[in-house]
């Protein structure tokens, strides 16, 4: 079965400097995509950015970026110059590339980020 | 583009009273659908999904039931309230193509149970 960790609750940090999330998963399939989400205070989650997992380049979105670290089953999230805005939790999330795909993600516990001027 | 429209957006509801929460998935047809359910300050929970008009699959049982009476319609609902039901419900869509897909989210509907 799968599973995401996310073992960092909150992140603290000023604006316009790096914040950098981790996440890790567990799944037994060779093919699966990796997701994160980012949920505002008004409770709508936004889908952020994924990595597929035969794809060995980063993904980058924007001012998002991702850390694939395939031997570790490691998938952080990297926002530069970050802003006020970028307050939020931020979830991790997996589906694996199985028939059953239709079931949809498993998500992690979820990260806080606080931005501070 | 494609538009998801949740309703309601906030029910006050007693125990053991009937709940029904919809959402509807413009500008795309035959997506895959889901329901999400997260506790305050929890995880998102998938409860149900359903990849074609009339059949749903439970993922999670929480005594809550599930239909798509329409290809783009998606109905959560319970005869009898529980305590345990309060939280965030979100229904999300994708695309329904095959496994590497994004789910995109609903606005939600906030669940108070009293």
């Known amino acids: 079965a799968q599973k995401v960790t996310q073992t960092q609750t909150s992140i603290s940090v000023v604006e316009k400097t790096t914040v950098t999330m981790d996440c890790v998963y567990e799944?037994?399939?060779?093919?699966?995509?990796l997701f994160w989400y980012k949920q505002t205070a008004s409770g709508e989650i936004v889908f952020l950015i994924r990595?597929?997992?035969?794809?060995?380049e980063n993904a980058t979105v924007g001012h998002y970026s991702l850390n694939f670290q395939k031997p570790k089953s490691s998938i952080g999230l990297i926002i530069t110059a970050t802003q006020i805005e970028d307050s939020a939790v931020y979830f991790c999330?997996?589906?694996?590339?199985?028939?059953?795909?239709?079931?949809?993600?498993?998500f992690g516990l979820g990260t806080r980020v606080s931005v501070f001027p | 583009a494609q538009t998801i429209h949740q309703w309601p957006v906030a029910e006050i509801k007693a125990v053991g009273s009937p709940l029904s929460l919809g959402c509807t998935i413009k500008g795309k047809s035959s997506p895959n659908l889901y329901w999400y359910w997260q506790a305050t300050g929890g995880t998102l929970q998938q409860l149900f999904y359903?990849?074609?008009?009339?059949?749903v699959e439970s993922v999670v049982q929480l005594n809550l039931s599930a239909s798509r009476p329409k290809d783009d319609q998606f109905i959560l609902s319970t005869e009898k309230l529980l305590l345990s039901h309060s939280g965030f419900y979100l229904c999300a869509w994708s695309p329904g193509l095959g496994s590497a897909e994004t789910l995109y989210f609903g606005s939600g509907t906030r669940l108070t149970v009293l």
């Open positions: 999330a997996m589906r694996e590339g199985r028939d059953n795909y239709a079931q949809g993600l498993t």
């Open positions: 990595q597929d997992s035969y794809k060995k």
């Open positions: 799944t037994r399939d060779s093919s699966y995509f």
């Open positions: 359903s990849i074609t008009v009339g059949q």
